[in-house]
């Protein structure tokens, strides 16, 4: 299809969506499925294949059911640029309305994906932040002339899946994987709107490429006057630094990051150097002559928001920079927290922010783009020489990826980065930059149990609790991943004598009639569950079984806070440098 019907139905002289251009196939495909509430809610989901986003719209969205097939209506390809975006789109525009990013990931084809697509059945694992294993794609009737395609979206019936009874997989994630925002909260953002009547200064796209109405055709509207930064008080003395492959460039336009697959290992080696990853807005940093701009990963004018971390960066000894980097909230425990980032911005409490730039595209007239990541860190490095304000540097290790990872995890962080050292900076989610997520492990008190469906034998998942401060037990979701069929065969065994009729929670399933295919048991036994993080409603992130323990009193059962690891903890011998890069604070 490419994207000639894409373009067909946008006017880029009055539109600000990205033209895009078809990319080269890429060893990592990627995915993503935006909620967009424009005529009616529906989900986006979207493929990419052959350099463009396949894309389908879901009207219920997906579901994690087997047996629930959901209509999905082919439409036209989209660039991918267009898969990181969040906002609005103006009513008055095709697709008017609010866009959520509301998962993303890879996709890895079982079989043959052109082929497959070709033939009208697509079967594929995910490996997204809310959706993973296998799923179908299948063309339940072609599109005759005027008429869309009409495809069902399903979900294979593995370890992942589960009934529609046990709730909807839309309704349990409410919020952006990137932004952490509902809805309403986007659509309340003015500053998101994607409006391509807004001046030329404000309606740049993910690439940074102007409107074609603002360059002197009909229409143009005079960009209004942001305000930006102060001018530093003294003259830039930072050398343009001498890396081999950087060229010499005009300043750039603000332009799409490079973004990191998630994956599940650390990869080893020394050409690998590894970062925390942070849990706050990526933002790209453009100062210039005295001046410092904000823009988002989206393309949006950002500096407005946060005008201390403006100036900051207006006082680095440069003329001219481009940084990529992360603004974060730390916390006490030297941590960093979206939810705390969202508190600081609704209070207004600007002090407490902290940009921390990991990357240096540009500086002083020079592409940094074309060079090795190492020579980038090393000029970033040399700017950030003084450190410790509002504006720091990234620090990194190579190699020693795991020992890293282990100690940010035993630290509670979200996880590590990690990059190949020689890797040039390009604008597209690649295998040259990965994302390592922190699983968390503890004990939690088994509660209960749902009966098996499909192939799968004795049950479908458990139930699990923690006692608060108050000793009730309190649920805190479901595992149904991490069992093989000995393991199903015996735990069956030790839940089935032990069941009851009331629900032993203090907060889930006491009121009205028990819910159908649930068994309640005798909170006597205790299980270890690795999961990436915790809701705000107090219940697991994908949650993985790994085994009863025999060892531990339910009672004593809690959530537990992790802490920093103490003084010797190991023996590496880089302990020390990894010591000196997790202490944030």
């Not at 373009?7 to 935006?34: M, N, Y």
């Not at 009513?91 to 052109?114: Q, S």
């Amino acid at each position: 299809m490419g994207l000639d019907e894409y373009k067909r139905k946008r006017d880029f002289r009055v539109t600000a969506e990205p033209e895009g251009h078809v990319h080269p196939q890429g060893d990592v495909l990627s995915f993503c499925i935006q909620k967009h509430a424009a005529s009616h809610l529906h989900f986006d989901f979207r493929l990419e294949l052959d350099g463009v986003l396949k894309s389908w719209a879901v009207p219920k969205g997906p579901s994690l059911d087997p047996s629930v097939k959901r209509l999905a209506v082919h439409v036209e390809d989209h660039p991918i640029e267009y898969g990181a975006f969040e906002g609005i789109i103006p009513k008055k525009e095709y697709g008017g309305g609010t866009v959520m990013l509301w998962d993303r990931g890879t996709w890895t084809p079982d079989d043959d994906a052109r082929k497959g697509y070709r033939k009208g059945h697509l079967r594929f694992h995910l490996q997204g932040e809310r959706l993973a294993g296998g799923w179908h794609l299948v063309r339940s009737r072609r599109g005759e002339e005027g008429q869309k395609e009409q495809w069902l979206l399903f979900k294979d019936d593995d370890d992942v899946a589960r009934p529609e009874s046990e709730g909807a997989v839309t309704d349990e994630f409410i919020t952006s994987v990137d932004t952490g925002r509902t809805m309403d909260e986007i659509a309340a953002d003015q500053d998101a709107s994607w409006n391509s009547r807004a001046p030329a200064a404000e309606a740049l796209t993910r690439h940074g490429k102007p409107s074609k109405r603002a360059k002197g055709k009909p229409g143009a509207k005079k960009p209004a006057a942001k305000r930006s930064s102060p001018a530093p008080s003294k003259p830039a003395d930072f050398p343009a630094p001498d890396v081999a492959g950087a060229k010499k460039a005009p300043f750039p336009k603000p332009f799409t990051p490079q973004l990191a697959t998630l994956v599940d290992e650390v990869p080893a080696g020394t050409e690998w150097l590894h970062e925390l990853k942070y849990d706050g807005y990526r933002l790209l940093a453009m100062v210039q002559k005295g001046k410092a701009r904000l823009i988002t990963r989206n393309g949006k004018d950002w500096t407005d928001r946060f005008p201390a971390v403006a100036a900051a960066l207006a006082e680095l000894p440069a003329r001219s920079a481009v940084l990529d980097g992360e603004l974060v909230v730390l916390t006490p425990q030297g941590t960093t927290s979206f939810q705390a980032l969202q508190n600081v911005l609704s209070s207004g409490r600007g002090g407490d922010l902290v940009f921390y730039a990991f990357d240096l595209p540009y500086v002083e007239g020079m592409d940094l783009r074309p060079a090795s990541l190492l020579d980038r860190k090393e000029a970033l490095r040399g700017l950030l020489a003084d450190g410790g304000g509002v504006v720091r540097f990234s620090d990194h290790i190579l190699g020693a990826g795991g020992e890293f990872y282990r100690q940010a995890c035993a630290m509670g962080l979200e996880g590590i980065i990690s990059k190949r050292a020689s890797s040039r900076y390009q604008h597209k989610r690649n295998a040259d930059w990965l994302k390592v997520k922190c699983l968390l492990r503890q004990e939690f008190v088994i509660g209960g149990y749902t009966e098996p469906r499909g192939s799968r034998s004795h049950f479908g998942a458990l139930l699990l609790g923690v006692h608060d401060d108050a000793g009730q037990l309190v649920y805190t979701g479901k595992v149904g991943t991490g069992f093989d069929q000995a393991r199903l065969r015996e735990v069956h065994g030790r839940l089935q004598a032990l069941e009851r009729e009331d629900s032993p929670f203090a907060n889930h399933g006491r009121k009205g009639r028990k819910p159908a295919g649930v068994h309640w048991i005798d909170p006597q036994l205790v299980c270890e569950i690795a999961f990436t993080e915790w809701t705000d409603e107090g219940i697991l992130r994908h949650p993985v079984f790994q085994g009863l323990r025999e060892d531990k009193s339910p009672r004593d059962v809690v959530r537990e806070a992790p802490s920093r690891l103490p003084a010797g903890a190991t023996a590496a011998a880089e302990s020390e440098e990894i010591q000196e890069i997790l202490n944030i604070t």
